[in-house]
C-alpha cells in the first residue's frame, strides 16, 4: 500500500531518505492491520510513526526556514494540522476508542503523497539553490 514511487522524489537525499522512512513505517502499520496483530503492538508501530513524523517535520522545516522559503509558514500549518490529527488518532487508540482501520490508512497515503507531491516538491529548488549558492 504504502510502495515508494521515484515520482514522489523532491531530489533532495536526506529529505527523500526520510520520506522512504516514513512509507515504511506506514506499510508496516498496514502489514500490522492485514494480520490482526494485537493493539499493543499495533499502537507501537503507531508511537514510532507518530515520532518519526515530528523528527521528519522538524528537519524539514529548518532546511525550509534556513532557505527562506516564502511559504514556509503556510507549510507549517499543514505540518502542525496533521502533528495534531496522528496525536489524537494516537490518544483514542490508546483508550480503545478506535481501532486501526483501512480509512485511516487510505487518509494517511493520501495526505503523504499529496502533500510531498503538491508542497514538499515546491520548496525544494529553494533549498537546492541555497545548497548550490
Ligand atoms: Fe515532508 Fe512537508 O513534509
Given at each position: ?91 483514542d487508540l490508546q483508550k480503545g ?27 525544494a529548488p529553494f533549498v537546492n ?5
Amino acid at each position: 500500500m504504502f510502495d515508494w514511487n521515484d515520482s514522489y522524489s523532491v531530489n533532495i537525499a536526506s529529505i527523500d531518505g526520510q520520506h522512504k522512512n516514513l512509507f515504511r513505517i506506514a506499510e508496516e502499520l498496514h502489514a500490522a492491520m492485514l494480520k490482526g496483530t494485537a493493539q499493543a503492538s499495533t499502537s507501537k508501530i503507531l508511537d514510532r510513526l507518530v515520532q518519526y513524523v515530528g523528527v521528519h517535520f522538524a528537519y524539514e522545516e529548518r532546511l525550509m526556514q534556513a532557505a527562506h522559503y516564502p511559504a514556509f509558514p503556510a507549510h507549517k500549518a499543514m505540518h502542525d494540522e496533521l502533528t495534531k490529527q496522528v496525536l489524537q488518532f494516537q490518544e483514542d487508540l490508546q483508550k480503545g476508542k478506535h481501532s486501526l482501520t483501512i480509512n485511516l490508512l487510505q487518509f494517511l497515503k493520501k495526505w503523504l503523497v499529496n502533500h510531498i507531491e503538491g508542497e514538499d516538491q515546491k520548496y525544494a529548488p529553494f533549498v537546492n539553490a541555497k545548497t548550490a549558492a
